[in-house]
Nanobody, 115 residues
Framework: QVQLVESGGGLVQAGGSLRLSCAAS????????MGWYRQAPGKQRELVAL???????NYADSVKGRFTISRDNARNTVALQMNSLKPEDTAVYFC?????????WGKGTLVTVSS
């Protein structure tokens, strides 16, 4: 079993910053990808950012230049630094990881950006 626990969500004004953190625990072998998805009200869940085991990072076009993902492979943690937040970034953010072909998800943390 793998558990993911997110923290760091909250309410922020447009233009502000938040940092999300996620810690994985349990029986974990090798992690392939680790990162963040988000789901806004009435919309599908979308990829925000991920980091691969090779150190490659991918971002959604909508967050490039504003968000930065960082992984600590030794501690099985991933963080998402979100700057210049916009109201359209409002969503529940989910941490995920892929290991041995299985995706695991956190319960999500709410980010609300007010205009």
């Amino acid at each position: 079993q793998v558990q993911l626990v997110e923290s760091g969500g909250g309410l922020v004004q447009a233009g502000g910053s938040l940092r999300l953190s996620c810690a994985a625990s349990g029986t974990i072998f090798s992690i392939n990808h680790m990162g963040w998805y988000r789901q806004a009200p009435g919309k599908q869940r979308e990829l925000v950012a991920l980091g691969t085991s090779a150190g490659i990072t991918n971002y959604a076009d909508s967050v490039k230049g504003r968000f930065t993902i960082s992984r600590d492979n030794a501690r099985n943690t991933v963080a998402l630094q979100m700057n210049s937040l916009k109201p359209e970034d409002t969503a529940v953010y989910f941490c995920f990881l892929n290991t041995v072909g299985i995706n695991y998800w956190g319960k999500g943390t709410l980010v609300t950006v007010s205009s």
